[in-house]
C-alpha cells in the first residue's frame, strides 16, 4: 500500500496564500502601521518606521500575497490573521488527518499477525532468533521491556557508557521501575570512576533499581522475566540473539544469580568505591598478567580501557622492583599478591583512561 506524503499534489496551500517564512520583521512592523492607519495609502510609510521605500513596498507585497492585506480603491487594509492562518493551515491539517489514517489502517492490518507471530515463535525448536540491525535489536528490547511484568537482569560489562545512551535508557528505566518492575544490573568496578555512570546509578537507586559491581564478567546479558534473554553476536557486532528456550534462559539467570552474589554494591569511587575495589583489581591484574595474559585482553576482561591496563602493570612493576613482566610474576607469587585475601595487595591508582 502507498502511503501519501506531505509534499504531495494534493497537499499544497491554496494559490495565493505565498510562504509564511517570509513574514518577518517588515512585514510585521508595515503590518501594525497599516492596521493603525486604516485605509491609508503605505507611501508615508517609510520615514514612520525608518524603512526605505523600497523596504516598504517589498514587504506590502509579501503581505498581500500572504492574504493579510488587500488593496481596495488602492488603499490597503489588513484582514484578521488568525482567518488567513485557518485558510493556510486547512489543507495541512487535512494532510495529517488522512496519514492518521493511513497509520492507524497499517496498525490494523498488522495487529492480527502479533499473535500469529508470538505462537510461531514459542513453537520453534530451537527458541532462539537472530536480529542482525541494530535499530531490530533495539525494538525488540524495547518490546520486552514493555512487556515484562516482574524483573529484569542485566550484565553489562565496561567502564564508560556514553552519555547520550544513558539519558536514554533513564527516560525507558525511570517508566519501567515505576510499573513495579524490579531491575538488577552488574558493571564492572571501573564503572564506579565513570561519572555519567554514577550519576545514573545514584538517579535510578532512589527508584529501587539495585546496582552491583565486580572485577570479572561473564559477558552482556539481558534477561526479561526469567523468560527471554538477549545475548551479544559473537563478532562483537551490533547483533543480539534472542532466546527463549526455558533452559537455557534459566541457565543464564543462574549465571548471574552467582555473580550477582559475589559482586559488591555499587558506591561512587569519590567516597569509598577505591578502598572497596582497588585490592581486588590489582590482585586479579597480578593473576591475569601472570597467566600470560595480553594487556589487551585483560582490558576487555575488567572493562578498562588499554592505556589504564599498561598503567596498572607499569605501577606494580615499579612497585615491585621488577625490571620485567616474568620478575614481576615471579616476585607477586612469591609474595602471594596472587592469592585472594592478601593484605598486601598493591595499591595503585585505578582510575579509568
Sequence with gaps: M?????????????EGTGDASRLGADEVAVYGWIAAHEGVDVAGAAGALG??????????????????????????DVLDPDLVSGVMAAPVILALQRHQSEL????????????????????RSPKIEQVGQVEEV????????????AEILTCQPGGNRVPEVLEEALRRDTTTLARGVRMRTLYHHTARFNGPSQAYVATLSMLGAEYRTAHELFGRLIVFDQRVAFIPYA????GAVVIREPSIVHYLCRIFEQTWTLAQPFSDASVDGMEAVAADLDRTIARLLAA????????????????????HIADMMEDLGAESRFQAGALMAAKGLLSDGDDQALTVPTTTG
Design 104 to 123: 492507524e489502517l497499517i496498525r490494523e492490518r498488522f495487529s492480527g499477525l502479533r499473535d500469529t507471530y508470538l505462537r510461531a515463535t514459542r513453537a
Design 292 to 311: 600470560g595474559m595480553k594487556d589487551e585482553a585483560i582490558g576487555r576482561r575488567l572493562g578498562m580501557s588499554l592505556r589504564t591496563v599498561r598503567r
Design 51 to 76: 524603512l526605505t521605500p523600497e523596504r516598504v513596498a517589498a514587504a506590502s507585497a509579501s503581505l498581500t500575497a500572504l492574504r493579510l492585506v488587500h488593496e481596495a480603491d488602492g488603499r490597503l
Design 138 to 149: 533495539r525494538a525488540a528490547l524495547t518490546r520486552a521491556a514493555d512487556e515484562c511484568q
Design 235 to 238: 563478532d562483537d557486532s551490533w
Design 2 to 14: 502507498e502511503v501519501g506524503t506531505a509534499g504531495g499534489e494534493g497537499d499544497r496551500p491554496p
